[in-house]
């Protein structure tokens, strides 16, 4: 028995070389009938999917005389049928789950295999495929031709149907995990608006036992100290791979504020020789150029690009700080989106405001609680990944 044929890893009672063979040697690719423009309108009875709208919401529809006439006459995906993208960003795939709706000819295929496939597993091999004629091109489309001679390695039905129910479950909890990180996510959203004060100076929600007026200061006011940032030369060598982490824009994440990993480190000669300067820990880096709008607290001493502006020996608590200027600055991005500003002055930077409890413990209340709920963020961000990486390394072992 050849081990090419049998996967590395694979359910007990099974042991019989897997075949290889041509999706066409068990199917055809069927399409639903064309539908014209005319054929179409923004708002009807059933769905019509497009390429550009395929696995989101529809944006046009036809009639339900066409439908069932189209419908009983033309080819029609059966439950369960895997939906594949054949332009655009190919191989996309959706379950047709057995509503009324209606897909584009030739964008928009499935393979008519009559049940010599279980739906479930050839799901998952749509996720690794290698598309005959695609590897290394240029072509953004999947012909029917690319289809049927693409190679696939098949057990028995049994063995497929036990592959398919147990990556249907893996997906079902990463499903899940990334419904509950996105229900995380619009929390924090929803939080950052109403416990940080408007220009009203009273939050709409705030911890119990805190009754006082905010109060407006500008970001020079936050900070003892400012720092800016610049490039030791690349060309002198004894400048670079020390122990001082110096900072550019790419090092640090838009929504992540903490724990940034620096990629480069600069000696102490680069430091007494260049714009730069080391910058206390506990500081906040600014991006005010290239990624206008990034920031973190930074838990060690660093030294930056000249695309940072650091606020240093802070006025305010640290982790009320940094989410209080996430907030302002979200809302600027939020007003030159759609213009050519790409970034914004020191200068102007320090003199926008920002609105503070004047009471510490309403800041650290506020600062701990955005802080926890980031570091349940991130746990599940993690596991997240974890479980992505654990389906990839899954594939790999019970596929062939």
Known sequence: MSKKNVPMLRFEGFSDAWEQRKLGDLGSVAMNKRIFKDQTSENG???????????????AFISRE??????????????GDILISASGSIGRTVVYQGEDEYFQDSNIVWLKHNGHLDNKFLQQFYSIVKWQGLEGSTIKRLYNKNIIDTNIKVPTLDEQNKLGVFFEQLDYTLALHQRKLEQLKRLKQGFLQ????????????RFAGFTEEWEQRKVVQIAKDTYGGGTPKTS?????NGDIPWIQSSDLETNRLFNVSPKKRITDEAVQKSATKIIPSNSIAIVTRVGVGKLALMSFEYATSQDFLSLSELQVDPYF??????TMLQKDL??????????????????????VPKSIEEQEKIGIFFKQLDDTLALN??????????????????FI
């Open 236 to 240: 002198i060598k004894k400048f670079w």
């Open 321 to 326: 700080g940094i989410y209080s200027l996430y």
């Open 194 to 205: 109403v416990l940080f004060a408007n220009e009203t100076n009273v939050p709409k929600m």
């Open 45 to 59: 009875e059933v769905p019509f999917f497009k390429i550009g709208t395929f696995g989101s919401y529809p944006d």
């Open 381 to 398: 961000q993690n596991k997240l990944s974890q479980l992505k990486n654990l389906k990839k390394a899954l594939l790999q072992s019970m």
């Open 334 to 355: 939020n007003n030159i989106q759609g213009t050519s500003i790409k970034g914004m002055t020191k200068s102007d930077l320090l003199v926008k405001k920002l609105t």
């Open 66 to 79: 066409l439908f069932e006439e189209y419908k009983s006459k033309y080819p029609y995906p059966e439950v």
